[in-house]
């Protein structure tokens, strides 16, 4: 089990995560290997065995719950979404179960995937924050949520995305994010204006009371990751992962 490298795997009370990097999968150049993305020019029968074997090393047996990311900050509960498929996807940055044999799966190629566990509660959820879901409150949303799901005590695992030193941004829009999130704002390694979406995310979960734990690495800066900034179209997607196990797993 968990044969692929990965960025993170852990385990803490009844639940399991990970984050992924590119490799373990069958994407052909410019993807390769591990391409988890749901939509691009990447081979679909590539991308669906990519899936397969994630799950198979992950979570053999579970289902699998994900979204349509779209820069918001709308929270779903698995338990609502039917199917599965490619029509089953809601549009939403962040999703939650109580229920066990599901995995939830975020995907990312710059910004910031968050995995939420409750280690005294059986509760998990998994966010997709970019600077849209940063100044929308995405990852505080899924928080809510899973507290009123019966979470008390939340823990957080901040994965891959592009750093503060990377990802340059018109002073303009630095300034919008900022007045909003103050600690996302930042310089890059040149000296022009840029965003740090991880230290947002970050004082975004400590301010509603969530222990934080930062694994990520810069994406641009890691060729073993995928970055949309760094490959544009090229470029496909890491994924964060979270589950609860079942009865005897």
Not at 159 to 184: F, K, L, N, T
């Amino acid at each position: 089990m968990y044969s692929f490298r990965t960025t993170l795997v852990t385990s803490l009370g009844h639940a399991d995560l990970a984050f992924t990097d590119r490799y373990g999968g069958v994407s052909a150049s410019p993807y390769d290997e591990l391409n988890l993305s749901v939509s691009g020019p990447d081979d679909e029968s590539a991308k669906a065995e990519n899936h397969r074997r994630l799950l198979a090393d992950f979570a053999p047996g579970d289902v699998l719950r994900d979204l349509y990311q779209v820069h918001g900050a709308d929270v779903v509960e698995a338990e609502s979404v039917e199917g599965g498929g490619p029509y089953a996807r809601p549009h939403a940055d962040g999703i939650v179960t109580t229920q066990a044999g599901v995995v939830l799966m975020v995907r990312a190629a710059d910004c910031v995937p968050v995995l939420l566990v409750a280690p005294d509660e059986e509760v998990v959820g998994a966010v997709h924050s970019g600077r849209e879901g940063l100044v929308a409150g995405a990852a505080p949303a899924a928080v809510t949520r899973m507290r009123d799901l019966g979470a008390d005590r939340v823990e957080a695992w901040v994965g891959p995305h592009v750093c503060g030193r990377c990802y340059e941004v018109p002073e303009d829009m630095r300034a919008h994010v900022a007045a909003v999130v103050p600690s996302s704002s930042s310089q890059t390694s040149w000296g022009t204006p840029s965003l740090d979406l991880g230290a947002g995310v970050r004082a975004q979960l400590e301010e509603v009371g969530v222990t934080v734990h930062d694994v990520g690495r810069c994406t641009l800066e890691s060729e073993d990751l995928y970055s949309h900034r760094r490959d544009g179209e090229r470029a496909g997607r890491l994924a964060g992962v979270v589950r609860l196990r079942g009865e005897g797993r």
